[in-house]
Protein backbone atom coordinates (compact mmCIF):
# COMPACT_ATOMS: atom_id res chain seq x y z
CA UNK A 1 0.00 0.00 0.00
CA UNK A 2 2.42 2.35 0.74
CA UNK A 3 4.87 1.48 -1.64
CA UNK A 4 1.96 2.46 -4.30
CA UNK A 5 0.95 5.95 -2.47
CA UNK A 6 4.78 6.81 -2.82
CA UNK A 7 4.65 6.66 -6.45
CA UNK A 8 1.71 9.69 -6.53
CA UNK A 9 3.60 11.14 -3.82
CA UNK A 10 6.69 10.94 -5.93
CA UNK A 11 4.76 12.34 -9.13
CA UNK A 12 3.33 15.00 -7.28
CA UNK A 13 7.14 15.96 -6.38
CA UNK A 14 7.86 15.99 -9.30
CA UNK A 15 5.51 18.31 -10.66
CA UNK A 16 5.77 20.76 -8.29
CA UNK A 17 9.18 20.75 -9.21
CA UNK A 18 8.99 20.76 -12.39
CA UNK A 19 6.28 23.92 -12.24
CA UNK A 20 8.32 25.82 -9.82
CA UNK A 21 11.60 25.51 -11.68
CA UNK A 22 10.16 27.05 -15.04
CA UNK A 23 8.27 30.06 -12.67
CA UNK A 24 11.78 30.12 -11.85
CA UNK A 25 13.68 30.16 -15.13
CA UNK A 26 10.97 32.53 -16.81
CA UNK A 27 12.24 35.28 -15.08
CA UNK A 28 15.75 35.21 -16.56
CA UNK A 29 15.14 36.00 -20.39
CA UNK A 30 18.00 33.80 -22.00
CA UNK A 31 16.08 30.75 -20.44
CA UNK A 32 12.52 31.86 -22.61
CA UNK A 33 13.50 30.62 -26.00
CA UNK A 34 14.95 27.40 -24.95
CA UNK A 35 11.89 26.26 -22.48
CA UNK A 36 9.35 27.39 -25.34
CA UNK A 37 11.03 25.52 -28.20
CA UNK A 38 11.10 22.16 -25.82
CA UNK A 39 7.45 22.85 -25.48
CA UNK A 40 6.56 24.74 -21.96
CA UNK A 41 3.52 25.75 -23.66
CA UNK A 42 1.89 22.47 -23.73
CA UNK A 43 3.39 20.76 -20.33
CA UNK A 44 2.55 23.54 -18.00
CA UNK A 45 -0.89 23.90 -19.58
CA UNK A 46 -2.73 20.67 -18.16
CA UNK A 47 -0.87 21.54 -14.72
CA UNK A 48 -3.68 24.78 -14.85
CA UNK A 49 -5.96 21.92 -13.88
CA UNK A 50 -4.19 20.13 -11.18
CA UNK A 51 -5.66 18.56 -8.27
CA UNK A 52 -2.97 20.28 -5.90
CA UNK A 53 -3.92 24.43 -5.71
CA UNK A 54 0.04 25.07 -5.57
CA UNK A 55 0.61 23.89 -8.81
CA UNK A 56 -1.80 25.17 -10.35
CA UNK A 57 -1.14 28.87 -9.29
CA UNK A 58 2.75 28.06 -10.06
CA UNK A 59 2.10 26.87 -13.42
CA UNK A 60 0.03 29.99 -14.05
CA UNK A 61 2.57 31.78 -12.51
CA UNK A 62 5.11 30.66 -14.99
CA UNK A 63 3.01 31.19 -18.34
CA UNK A 64 2.42 34.74 -17.16
CA UNK A 65 6.40 35.53 -17.02
CA UNK A 66 6.47 33.60 -20.29
CA UNK A 67 3.27 35.78 -21.94
CA UNK A 68 4.72 38.92 -20.00
CA UNK A 69 7.97 38.17 -22.49
CA UNK A 70 7.02 38.74 -25.83
CA UNK A 71 3.82 38.87 -28.58
CA UNK A 72 4.74 36.01 -29.83
CA UNK A 73 4.86 33.72 -26.85
CA UNK A 74 1.33 35.79 -25.73
CA UNK A 75 -0.05 34.43 -28.75
CA UNK A 76 2.12 30.88 -28.39
CA UNK A 77 -0.74 30.71 -24.76
CA UNK A 78 -3.63 31.97 -26.88
CA UNK A 79 -2.91 29.26 -29.66
CA UNK A 80 -2.49 26.25 -27.24
CA UNK A 81 -5.88 27.13 -25.90
CA UNK A 82 -4.60 28.27 -22.15
CA UNK A 83 -7.56 31.00 -22.08
CA UNK A 84 -10.19 29.15 -21.83
CA UNK A 85 -8.33 27.09 -18.48
CA UNK A 86 -7.18 29.94 -16.47
CA UNK A 87 -10.97 31.36 -17.40
CA UNK A 88 -12.03 28.09 -15.42
CA UNK A 89 -10.72 27.91 -12.95
CA UNK A 90 -10.84 31.71 -11.82
CA UNK A 91 -14.33 31.39 -10.91
CA UNK A 92 -13.71 29.02 -8.27
CA UNK A 93 -10.45 29.03 -7.20
CA UNK A 94 -8.23 30.34 -3.94
CA UNK A 95 -7.17 33.92 -4.17
CA UNK A 96 -3.68 32.91 -4.71
CA UNK A 97 -4.93 31.79 -7.97
CA UNK A 98 -6.98 33.99 -8.73
CA UNK A 99 -4.10 36.46 -8.75
CA UNK A 100 -1.85 34.41 -10.91
CA UNK A 101 -4.39 33.86 -13.30
CA UNK A 102 -4.96 37.74 -13.71
CA UNK A 103 -1.56 38.54 -14.05
CA UNK A 104 -1.71 35.78 -17.12
CA UNK A 105 -4.62 37.67 -18.50
CA UNK A 106 -2.84 40.90 -18.18
CA UNK A 107 0.25 39.59 -19.54
CA UNK A 108 -1.59 38.42 -22.90
CA UNK A 109 -3.88 41.51 -23.21
CA UNK A 110 -1.09 43.80 -23.14
CA UNK A 111 0.65 43.19 -25.76
CA UNK A 112 -1.57 44.10 -28.77
CA UNK A 113 -5.39 44.63 -29.60
CA UNK A 114 -6.39 41.39 -30.87
CA UNK A 115 -4.56 39.49 -28.03
CA UNK A 116 -6.34 41.47 -25.45
CA UNK A 117 -9.62 40.83 -27.84
CA UNK A 118 -8.76 36.97 -27.31
CA UNK A 119 -8.87 37.47 -23.63
CA UNK A 120 -12.20 39.05 -23.94
CA UNK A 121 -13.03 36.03 -26.42
CA UNK A 122 -12.34 33.54 -23.66
CA UNK A 123 -15.22 35.49 -21.50
CA UNK A 124 -12.41 36.59 -19.03
CA UNK A 125 -14.28 39.96 -17.99
CA UNK A 126 -17.30 37.66 -16.97
CA UNK A 127 -14.49 35.97 -14.10
CA UNK A 128 -12.20 39.13 -14.00
CA UNK A 129 -15.27 41.60 -12.83
CA UNK A 130 -16.29 39.63 -9.71
CA UNK A 131 -12.71 39.64 -8.30
CA UNK A 132 -13.08 43.52 -7.92
CA UNK A 133 -15.37 42.29 -5.43
CA UNK A 134 -13.53 39.82 -3.69
CA UNK A 135 -11.97 40.65 -0.20
CA UNK A 136 -8.34 40.46 -0.32
CA UNK A 137 -7.16 43.79 -1.94
CA UNK A 138 -4.48 41.97 -4.05
CA UNK A 139 -7.17 40.34 -6.13
CA UNK A 140 -9.08 43.34 -6.98
CA UNK A 141 -5.94 45.03 -7.55
CA UNK A 142 -4.93 41.65 -10.03
CA UNK A 143 -8.28 42.02 -11.60
CA UNK A 144 -8.29 45.52 -12.19
CA UNK A 145 -4.46 45.70 -13.50
CA UNK A 146 -5.79 42.77 -16.31
CA UNK A 147 -8.97 44.96 -17.38
CA UNK A 148 -7.00 48.50 -17.85
CA UNK A 149 -4.62 46.58 -20.01
CA UNK A 150 -7.78 45.05 -21.89
CA UNK A 151 -9.40 48.73 -22.34
CA UNK A 152 -6.46 50.86 -23.80
CA UNK A 153 -5.95 49.26 -26.62
CA UNK A 154 -9.38 50.25 -28.66
CA UNK A 155 -12.77 52.15 -28.00
CA UNK A 156 -14.32 48.71 -28.82
CA UNK A 157 -12.49 46.96 -25.91
CA UNK A 158 -12.78 49.79 -23.44
CA UNK A 159 -16.63 49.86 -24.49
CA UNK A 160 -16.97 46.20 -23.56
CA UNK A 161 -15.24 46.46 -20.31
CA UNK A 162 -17.46 49.15 -19.11
CA UNK A 163 -20.45 47.06 -20.65
CA UNK A 164 -19.21 44.49 -18.16
CA UNK A 165 -20.43 46.36 -15.17
CA UNK A 166 -16.84 46.97 -14.00
CA UNK A 167 -16.57 50.58 -13.76
CA UNK A 168 -18.90 51.15 -10.43
CA UNK A 169 -16.50 48.46 -8.90
CA UNK A 170 -13.26 50.15 -9.89
CA UNK A 171 -15.00 53.70 -8.16
CA UNK A 172 -15.37 51.47 -4.60
CA UNK A 173 -12.12 49.60 -5.11
CA UNK A 174 -10.36 53.95 -5.39
CA UNK A 175 -12.34 53.83 -1.92
CA UNK A 176 -10.21 51.50 -0.17
CA UNK A 177 -7.37 52.12 1.76
CA UNK A 178 -4.59 50.36 0.08
CA UNK A 179 -2.63 52.98 -1.78
CA UNK A 180 -1.77 49.83 -4.48
CA UNK A 181 -5.05 49.42 -5.30
CA UNK A 182 -5.98 52.70 -6.01
CA UNK A 183 -3.40 54.03 -8.10
CA UNK A 184 -4.62 50.56 -10.36
CA UNK A 185 -8.14 51.36 -10.10
CA UNK A 186 -7.17 55.23 -11.27
CA UNK A 187 -5.06 53.60 -13.99
CA UNK A 188 -7.71 51.95 -15.44
CA UNK A 189 -10.66 54.42 -15.46
CA UNK A 190 -7.81 56.42 -17.48
CA UNK A 191 -7.20 54.29 -19.95
CA UNK A 192 -11.45 53.92 -20.56
CA UNK A 193 -11.65 57.36 -20.34
CA UNK A 194 -8.92 58.16 -23.29
CA UNK A 195 -10.90 57.01 -25.98
CA UNK A 196 -14.01 58.61 -26.13
CA UNK A 197 -16.24 61.47 -24.40
CA UNK A 198 -18.84 58.41 -24.08
CA UNK A 199 -16.67 56.72 -22.24
CA UNK A 200 -15.88 59.09 -20.12
CA UNK A 201 -19.19 59.98 -19.55
CA UNK A 202 -19.97 56.29 -18.27
CA UNK A 203 -17.18 57.04 -16.13
CA UNK A 204 -18.36 59.95 -14.70
CA UNK A 205 -21.74 59.08 -14.47
CA UNK A 206 -20.14 56.30 -11.70
CA UNK A 207 -19.00 58.97 -9.50
CA UNK A 208 -15.75 58.51 -10.28
CA UNK A 209 -14.38 61.66 -10.30
CA UNK A 210 -16.00 62.51 -6.74
CA UNK A 211 -13.29 60.25 -5.15
CA UNK A 212 -10.56 61.46 -7.47
CA UNK A 213 -10.39 64.72 -7.43
CA UNK A 214 -9.31 64.73 -3.23
CA UNK A 215 -6.56 62.70 -4.18
CA UNK A 216 -4.78 65.52 -5.51
CA UNK A 217 -3.33 66.17 -2.49
CA UNK A 218 -2.16 62.66 -1.52
CA UNK A 219 1.27 62.14 -0.46
CA UNK A 220 1.83 59.29 -2.60
CA UNK A 221 3.61 59.96 -5.94
CA UNK A 222 2.37 56.94 -8.19
CA UNK A 223 -1.01 57.99 -7.08
CA UNK A 224 -1.24 61.10 -7.67
CA UNK A 225 0.57 60.69 -11.50
CA UNK A 226 -2.56 58.65 -11.91
CA UNK A 227 -5.57 60.92 -10.61
CA UNK A 228 -3.74 64.05 -12.30
CA UNK A 229 -3.69 61.55 -15.65
CA UNK A 230 -6.99 60.33 -15.24
CA UNK A 231 -8.38 63.57 -14.55
CA UNK A 232 -6.58 65.05 -18.21
CA UNK A 233 -8.41 62.09 -19.86
CA UNK A 234 -11.68 63.12 -18.45
CA UNK A 235 -11.47 66.45 -19.14
CA UNK A 236 -10.11 66.72 -22.63
CA UNK A 237 -12.87 65.72 -24.09
CA UNK A 238 -15.87 67.82 -23.92
CA UNK A 239 -17.05 71.58 -22.39
CA UNK A 240 -19.12 69.85 -20.04
CA UNK A 241 -16.65 66.81 -19.05
CA UNK A 242 -13.87 69.97 -18.03
CA UNK A 243 -16.69 71.24 -16.42
CA UNK A 244 -17.24 68.54 -14.11
CA UNK A 245 -13.45 67.94 -13.69
CA UNK A 246 -13.56 71.76 -12.20
CA UNK A 247 -16.64 71.46 -10.00
CA UNK A 248 -15.21 69.06 -7.82
CA UNK A 249 -12.93 71.58 -6.55
CA UNK A 250 -9.59 70.71 -8.17
CA UNK A 251 -8.20 74.17 -8.32
CA UNK A 252 -6.00 75.46 -6.57
CA UNK A 253 -5.20 72.22 -5.03
CA UNK A 254 -3.84 70.58 -8.91
CA UNK A 255 -1.74 73.88 -9.52
CA UNK A 256 0.12 73.07 -6.15
CA UNK A 257 0.96 69.35 -8.36
CA UNK A 258 2.87 71.39 -10.45
CA UNK A 259 5.43 72.34 -7.98
CA UNK A 260 5.85 68.95 -6.98
CA UNK A 261 9.10 66.84 -6.55
CA UNK A 262 7.60 64.07 -8.78
CA UNK A 263 8.38 65.05 -12.59
CA UNK A 264 5.75 62.87 -13.70
CA UNK A 265 3.00 64.63 -11.50
CA UNK A 266 4.17 67.96 -12.18
CA UNK A 267 3.97 67.01 -16.04
CA UNK A 268 0.28 65.18 -15.39
CA UNK A 269 -1.03 68.53 -13.03
CA UNK A 270 -0.61 70.22 -16.11
CA UNK A 271 -1.64 68.14 -19.03
CA UNK A 272 -4.80 68.37 -16.74
CA UNK A 273 -4.47 72.15 -16.74
CA UNK A 274 -4.00 71.99 -20.03
CA UNK A 275 -6.95 69.68 -21.00
CA UNK A 276 -9.69 72.15 -19.25
CA UNK A 277 -8.20 75.35 -20.57
CA UNK A 278 -8.63 74.95 -24.29
CA UNK A 279 -12.50 74.43 -23.94
CA UNK A 280 -13.87 78.26 -23.05
CA UNK A 281 -13.14 81.29 -21.98
CA UNK A 282 -14.78 80.76 -18.76
CA UNK A 283 -12.96 78.07 -18.05
CA UNK A 284 -9.98 79.36 -18.63
CA UNK A 285 -10.34 82.69 -17.09
CA UNK A 286 -10.91 80.59 -14.19
CA UNK A 287 -7.77 78.65 -13.73
CA UNK A 288 -6.41 82.62 -14.41
CA UNK A 289 -8.16 83.78 -10.92
CA UNK A 290 -7.03 80.71 -9.35
CA UNK A 291 -3.35 81.69 -9.82
CA UNK A 292 -2.89 79.31 -12.93
CA UNK A 293 -0.86 81.39 -14.88
CA UNK A 294 1.52 81.97 -12.89
CA UNK A 295 1.65 78.75 -12.24
CA UNK A 296 2.15 77.74 -15.40
CA UNK A 297 4.61 79.96 -16.51
CA UNK A 298 7.30 78.73 -13.39
CA UNK A 299 6.66 75.17 -14.51
CA UNK A 300 7.44 76.10 -18.25
CA UNK A 301 10.62 77.75 -16.51
CA UNK A 302 11.65 74.36 -14.44
CA UNK A 303 10.75 71.98 -16.58
CA UNK A 304 12.93 70.00 -19.08
CA UNK A 305 12.60 69.64 -22.67
CA UNK A 306 9.58 68.03 -23.58
CA UNK A 307 7.84 68.01 -20.06
CA UNK A 308 7.14 71.77 -20.98
CA UNK A 309 4.87 70.55 -23.87
CA UNK A 310 1.97 70.98 -21.79
CA UNK A 311 2.23 74.21 -19.97
CA UNK A 312 3.55 75.72 -23.23
CA UNK A 313 0.04 74.81 -24.88
CA UNK A 314 -1.96 75.66 -21.58
CA UNK A 315 -1.00 79.49 -22.10
CA UNK A 316 -1.26 79.41 -25.36
CA UNK A 317 -4.85 78.01 -25.05
CA UNK A 318 -5.45 80.88 -22.02
CA UNK A 319 -4.38 83.43 -24.02
CA UNK A 320 -6.13 82.50 -27.26
CA UNK A 321 -9.57 83.38 -25.72
CA UNK A 322 -9.16 87.24 -25.21
CA UNK A 323 -6.65 90.33 -25.39
CA UNK A 324 -7.02 90.22 -21.08
CA UNK A 325 -6.68 86.67 -20.49
CA UNK A 326 -3.60 87.53 -23.00
CA UNK A 327 -2.44 89.95 -21.24
CA UNK A 328 -2.71 87.95 -17.82
CA UNK A 329 0.18 85.62 -19.14
CA UNK A 330 2.28 88.62 -20.31
CA UNK A 331 1.62 89.83 -16.72
CA UNK A 332 3.00 87.05 -15.30
CA UNK A 333 6.29 87.02 -17.32
CA UNK A 334 4.97 84.18 -19.56
CA UNK A 335 7.09 85.45 -22.67
CA UNK A 336 10.65 85.11 -21.10
CA UNK A 337 10.68 81.43 -20.75
CA UNK A 338 8.60 80.70 -23.94
CA UNK A 339 11.45 83.17 -25.43
CA UNK A 340 14.09 80.42 -23.54
CA UNK A 341 12.33 77.46 -25.05
CA UNK A 342 12.51 78.53 -28.30
CA UNK A 343 15.79 79.36 -28.04
CA UNK A 344 17.63 76.64 -26.43
CA UNK A 345 15.17 73.82 -27.00
CA UNK A 346 16.38 71.47 -29.45
CA UNK A 347 13.37 69.73 -30.39
CA UNK A 348 11.41 71.21 -33.54
CA UNK A 349 7.87 70.71 -31.99
CA UNK A 350 8.78 72.12 -28.77
CA UNK A 351 9.77 75.31 -31.04
CA UNK A 352 6.66 74.63 -32.92
CA UNK A 353 4.40 74.94 -29.61
CA UNK A 354 6.16 78.04 -28.32
CA UNK A 355 5.50 79.88 -32.01
CA UNK A 356 1.90 78.91 -31.44
CA UNK A 357 1.68 80.30 -27.98
CA UNK A 358 3.44 83.60 -28.65
CA UNK A 359 1.16 83.74 -31.82
CA UNK A 360 -1.23 83.80 -29.77
CA UNK A 361 -0.76 86.07 -27.25
CA UNK A 362 0.62 89.17 -29.27
CA UNK A 363 -2.08 88.39 -32.31
CA UNK A 364 -4.80 90.51 -30.38
CA UNK A 365 -3.81 94.21 -29.89
CA UNK A 366 -0.81 96.32 -31.28
CA UNK A 367 -0.20 96.98 -27.21
CA UNK A 368 -0.05 92.83 -27.43
CA UNK A 369 2.05 92.89 -30.37
CA UNK A 370 4.54 95.26 -28.72
CA UNK A 371 5.42 93.28 -25.85
CA UNK A 372 6.77 90.57 -28.26
CA UNK A 373 8.76 93.36 -29.73
CA UNK A 374 9.93 94.58 -26.03
CA UNK A 375 10.89 90.62 -25.24
CA UNK A 376 13.43 90.54 -28.40
CA UNK A 377 11.27 87.57 -29.26
CA UNK A 378 10.50 88.67 -33.08
CA UNK A 379 14.28 88.31 -33.98
CA UNK A 380 13.92 84.51 -32.83
CA UNK A 381 10.84 83.94 -34.37
CA UNK A 382 12.01 85.09 -37.60
CA UNK A 383 15.43 82.64 -37.40
CA UNK A 384 12.99 79.58 -37.23
CA UNK A 385 11.82 80.79 -40.31
CA UNK A 386 14.65 80.91 -42.40
CA UNK A 387 16.63 78.25 -40.77
CA UNK A 388 17.80 74.98 -42.80
CA UNK A 389 16.87 72.83 -39.84
CA UNK A 390 13.49 73.99 -39.22
CA UNK A 391 10.47 71.53 -40.09
CA UNK A 392 7.79 72.47 -42.30
CA UNK A 393 4.75 72.33 -39.24
CA UNK A 394 7.68 75.08 -37.52
CA UNK A 395 7.64 77.20 -40.55
CA UNK A 396 4.21 77.36 -41.08
CA UNK A 397 3.44 77.97 -37.87
CA UNK A 398 5.82 80.92 -37.69
CA UNK A 399 4.36 82.32 -41.19
CA UNK A 400 1.01 81.91 -39.96
CA UNK A 401 1.91 84.41 -37.32
Not at 3 to 21: C, D, H, T, W
Request: contains cysteine; glycine residues 4%; negative net charge.
Amino acid sequence: MSAILQNFEEYQRARIKFAQSVAELATRPQNIEIMNNAGVMQLLRPLLLDSVPSIQQTAALGLGRLANYSEDLAESIVGNDILPHLVYSLSDQNRFFKKAAAFVLRAVAKHSPDLAQAVVDSNALQSLVPCLEEFDPTVKEAAAWAIGYIAQHSPGLAQQVVDSGSVPLLVLCIQEPEISLKRISASCMGDICKHSPELAQAVVDAGAVAYLAPLITHPDAKLKRQVCGTLAQIAKHSVDLAEVVVEAEIFPSILTCLKDNDTLVKKNSATCVREISKHSPELAKLIVNSGGTAALVDYVREASSNNKLPGIMALGYIAAFSETLALAVIVSKGLLPLKDALINEPEDHIKAACVWTIGQIGRHTPDHARALAEGDILRHLLACMVHEDSSEDLKTKRRDH
